[in-house]
């Protein structure tokens, strides 16, 4: 272990605000130092706002009465044989001992104790009042309540409002392999041995596998917290270590205490214990920064460390608050069901989240590593520091983090290009899901703990990034980036909702726009979906376009979910918009729309009567833009002219809209197809992965359809000049980072649509591999390309090679590229195989078994087996992977993702039937309705599009 640094904290200046009723906030300055609140006395209770319950009847919300101040908390988990001695009789391995003190206060007065548990079996309990010099036992009877996994405590006599109780209780839990609570994993060292670590997920709901607690996010605590564990390991959590002593009762066993916590709830409570090492550094401002893995990943371990110890300093500046604990731990737990979790001093991450190689990784796992990395120290403000009351503000958490994290990349590597990123990555992505009738907005009611997994999706995420972007775009940086520090000083500790947020971001804009960021910001987080907005020159005069708004759906005819209420789906929209004789895209002229149907407006002095203009520069507004026919085919004739005129941000957007509103039935298909004439001279990332993204829908409809050959043959004209310019002759040394993601791009779409230079070249290097193991040929960046087109081209031979490479590799990222190459063959019978090895754990980890069923859903051989599979290991699936949307509502969405016949729809709903989806509903719902859109689609498009290809 390493000395540790004596605690530092930061003294910022704080301001006492006052919020009043009507919204107005008053401020006086103060010269108090803030810091982490000492360890006595015990904080007092925090619930600092109860949000009005969700409407639908719900009994599952604890109760007031009893609130948590303290947890005194002692774990002791048993991960080998040899572990279980006559301490611990019994079958007992993959268990641990608990014990735990609660101190907590009366609020009102009553005789029961409510607080969840879940999958633990109590040994002793006892209640008393903490001013009873006798310590006389209160509790009468205790019982549990499966369906809520509530713990309820029945006194003998009432307690007494404001006095202040202990519960004591002893238990025994299970480290089960469910990636959820506190749980077992583990991996293959160097010497072919199974090594075992015990580690945590409680986020939403399971820190209640982990002992008898509050599980709500409102019900903030400090933890005191002590583990026993094997002197040969490791123990960590929250807070630094204060004493590591040997366990006199148990020979061979350490007994490490923590740092009490700060005041925090139990979703953030984190503990891991382990053989792993680690690397350290220390911020600038003296935090303590440890990057922790299995013995035989240390290596790649120093590229996180360098991007945390940096992004760490950046959000300390960017917020103006201190980092508010002395270390920060991060690590790579070999099994972990979400990419990371931001627990408050531990934050845990999935290895390809942490681990990056620059012998053997891509460009893309350098930038998946630094952009969790930067999201997960985002929450230590945005979510740890300050917390929602309830999952209903998960967004507040996630959204943020989503938009923030691209800021911390952007300042550590500036030439990324990661703003402009963000259209591409987050923008675009959850458009398409927006436009869904079966949608939700941002800020939608939960209740069961299924319901909540549900809301962790690309809505809470990426729209709530997408109107935070545009929020900061609206108000300006600068008084975006003072309320933001507004907010989180005067919430520090404490528990808010939206409207915190929007009040003090309304309070910092007081004296620029003096806008009320609440009624803009409702419209766009009280109501799914968002608006097309529409532009259209008036015949009488060409300097005045009418500016009108509707809610765009992807499908008009599908009926639009109404349980969540609506604003009468029209939205506060501040767009902007320039021409060709200004062509300012810096600081172009905008108009507002007050929640209007339609609004003349003037496009600016200047411009000519036969002047393209262009609307939502730099697309920083979260909506769709559409022209008159005109304007449209200006627009294309300056992309053929000289496409470089147009901001990169903007050819990407005409793009991504005009192919969606041809989906819509908004703008036909001709005039979106005809957008990509120019590609052949286009040489930008942002436009060919836009481009990419809609042409891969019309390849998905078109694999079974004749229009596919067309389709074929022009994306070959159009990419062969690109992949002629970038090649193979990858440097991920020295080429620009963009320029990497595009060469991949080029060479994956040539090899994809069968230029023969691409898969003979693929073929080659595959093949040259296989000859020789020791020396790997192939470019990190071009793996994934290579391993799959080897495969893909092969037989029986190649796909074995690539399973053998898959069990051998020890780097994660490397097994994810296997992973995906796998699901590429042509032969059905090995896609079979492939997909009996998902419930393997002696091959596939657990974490991965879904991506090898959604990976054989992407192949157009493997579809149909991929479905059979998923509904043959339905009540399987069910079980394991239930409880994460993300990996279960993935699952149902990839492999119904290509269905555009009757047929298909009367299967999928055929399997609904009498089926609970749990927190895959949503998913489910929503694969109806894509299908429904997608035969639409073929219905109606599908012959003049290959005829378009065809002519062209």
Same mark, same amino acid.
């Given at each position: ?23 107005? !906030? ?64 019994g079958d007992r391995r993959f268990t641990f001992d608990g014990e735990v003190n609660i101190h907590a206060k009366c ?48 006194? #003998? ?31 293959? #060292? ?90 350290? @550094?220390?911020?600038? #401002? ?25 992004? =760490? ?112 990555s987050d923008l675009h992505y959850v458009f398409t899901l927006d436009a869904l009738g079966t949608s939700h907005p ?26 935070l972007r545009m929020l900061n775009w609206i108000l300006t940086e600068e008084v975006f980036s003072i309320g933001l ?37 409702? =419209? +766009? ?36 979910? %109404?349980?969540?209420? %609506?604003?009468?789906?029209? +939205? ?71 496409? =470089? ?89 020295? @080429? ?5 993601? #595009? ?74 590229? +296997? ?28 974490? @991965?078994?879904?991506?090898? !069923? ?49 047929? @298909? ?48």
């Amino acid at each position: 272990m390493s000395a540790y640094k004596v605690h530092w904290c930061l003294a910022v200046i704080i301001k006492i605000v006052c919020i009043y009723p009507n919204g107005a !906030i008053s401020q006086v300055a103060t010269d108090t130092p803030v810091s982490e609140p000492e360890p006595e006395p015990e904080p007092e209770p925090t619930t600092t706002k109860m949000m009005t319950p969700t409407p639908e009847p719900w009994n599952g919300r604890l109760p007031y009465n009893v609130i948590p101040v303290r947890y005194e908390l002692t774990l002791t988990p048993y991960l080998y044989p040899e572990d279980v001695g006559d301490t611990a009789p019994g079958d007992r391995r993959f268990t641990f001992d608990g014990e735990v003190n609660i101190h907590a206060k009366c609020h009102e007065v009553t005789d029961m104790i409510t607080m969840h548990i879940n999958n633990i079996t109590i040994h002793t309990l006892k209640v008393v009042k903490m001013t009873d010099s006798s310590q006389t036992d209160l509790l009468d009877s205790y019982s549990i309540d499966e369906n809520y996994q509530f713990l309820h405590l029945k006194l #003998n006599t009432m307690m007494e409002k404001d006095e202040d109780y202990e519960i004591f209780i002893t238990y025994l839990g299970e480290l089960w392999n469910g990636l959820a609570g506190f749980y077992r994993s583990s991996y293959i #060292n160097e010497a072919g041995e199974e090594v075992w670590l015990a580690t945590t997920q409680m986020q939403a709901t399971d820190a209640r596998r982990a002992l008898p607690c509050w599980d709500e996010p409102d019900f903030r605590a400090v933890f005191d917290t002590t583990i026993r564990h094997r002197a040969d390991m490791v123990a960590l959590s929250n807070s630094i270590e204060t004493s590591i002593t040997d366990w006199e009762a148990y020979p061979g066993w350490k007994e490490t205490v923590y740092k009490r916590t700060p005041n925090m709830p139990t979703y953030l409570l984190a503990f891991v214990v382990s053989d792993f090492v680690y690397t350290e @550094d220390t911020t600038t #401002n003296g935090v303590l920064f440890r990057v922790w893995s299995r013995p035989g990943a240390k290596e790649a371990q120093a590229y996180a460390l360098d991007q945390g110890t940096r992004q =760490t300093t950046y959000f300390e500046e960017y917020f103006d608050i201190a980092y508010p604990l002395e270390k920060q731990d991060m690590m790579a737990i070999p099994d972990f069901s979400a990419g990371a979790m931001e627990n408050w001093g531990l934050i845990l991450y999935r290895e390809t989240a942490l681990l990056y190689d620059p012998e053997v990784n891509s460009a893309s796992n350098k930038q998946r590593v630094s952009v969790v990395v930067s999201h997960e120290l985002a929450h230590q403000w945005f979510g740890n520091l300050v917390t929602p009351i309830w999952w209903d503000d998960l967004w507040l958490n996630e959204g943020f983090a989503s938009y923030v994290e691209y800021l911390g990349v952007n300042h550590t590597e500036p030439t990324w290009e990661m703003m402009a990123q963000f259209l591409v990555s987050d923008l675009h992505y959850v458009f398409t899901l927006d436009a869904l009738g079966t949608s939700h907005p941002v800020r939608v009611p939960v209740n069961s703990p299924e319901e909540i997994s549900e809301i962790f999706d690309t809505i809470s995420y990426s729209k709530g990034a997408s109107i935070l972007r545009m929020l900061n775009w609206i108000l300006t940086e600068e008084v975006f980036s003072i309320g933001l520090s507004e907010y989180l000083m005067l919430h520090s500790y404490g528990n808010t909702d939206s409207d915190d947020l929007w009040a003090a971001l309304t309070y910092a804009d007081r004296d620029h726009g003096g806008r009320d960021v609440k009624k803009i910001m409702d =419209t +766009w987080t009280l109501q799914m979906g968002y608006p097309l907005v529409s532009f259209d020159r008036l015949d009488s005069d060409n300097t005045k376009v009418n500016v009108t708004q509707k809610h765009f759906l992807i499908n008009p005819d599908s009926p639009v979910e %109404d349980k969540y209420g %609506d604003l009468g789906y029209v +939205w506060e929209v501040e767009v902007s918009h320039t021409h060709k004789s200004e062509m300012e895209f810096d600081d172009p002229i905008r108009s507002f729309l007050a929640r209007e149907s339609g609004v003349v407006v003037d496009l600016a002095s200047g411009i000519k009567t036969d002047d393209w203009y262009l609307a939502n520069v730099k697309q920083y507004g979260y909506y769709r833009i559409n022209y008159d026919a005109e304007n449209w085919e200006r627009l294309t004739a300056q992309l053929n002219a000289d496409h =470089t005129m147009l901001p990169v941000e903007n050819r990407a957007q005409l793009i991504d809209d005009a192919f969606n509103m041809a989906r819509s039935g908004d703008l036909d298909q001709v005039t979106a197809l005809a957008l990509t004439n120019y590609l052949d001279k286009e040489t930008e990332y942002l436009p060919w992965d836009a481009t990419l993204a809609v042409m891969a829908y019309i390849r998905d409809m078109f694999s079974r359809y004749s229009g596919y050959g067309p389709l074929e043959k022009y994306m070959l004209e159009k990419i062969t000049p690109l992949y002629q310019d970038l090649g193979w002759n990858d440097d991920p040394i020295n @080429d620009p980072h963009l320029e990497q993601y #595009n060469r991949i791009n080029a060479v994956h779409t040539a090899c994809f649509y069968g230029l023969e230079d691409c898969r003979q070249t693929a073929s080659m290097l595959y093949h040259e591999y296989m000859g020789n193991t020791s020396v790997n040929p192939i470019t990190p960046n071009l793996k994934d390309i290579t391993y799959c087109n080897g495969i893909r081209e092969g037989g029986q031979d190649e796909w074995e090679f690539g399973l053998e490479r898959y069990q051998i590799t020890t780097d994660s990222s490397e097994k994810s590229k +296997w992973l995906y190459a796998l699901a590429c063959s042509q032969e059905p019978w090995i896609l079979s195989r492939y997909l009996e090895l998902a419930f393997d754990d002696s091959v596939v980890r657990r974490q @991965d078994a879904t991506y090898v !069923i959604r990976y054989t859903a992407d192949n157009y051989v493997g579809r149909a087996l991929a479905w059979d599979f998923t509904r043959a290991n339905w009540d399987k699936l069910r079980e394991d992977f239930g409880g994460s949307s993300f990996s279960f509502g993935n699952l149902i969405n990839d492999v119904t993702q290509h269905f555009n016949t009757e047929f @298909d729809l009367e299967q999928l709903i055929e399997f609904g039937v009498g089926r609970d989806f749990g927190s895959a509903t949503r998913a489910y719902e929503q694969a109806i309705e894509k299908t429904k859109i997608n035969i639409k689609w073929m219905q109606e498009n599908a012959e003049e599009v290959a005829q378009w290809l065809e002519d062209q």
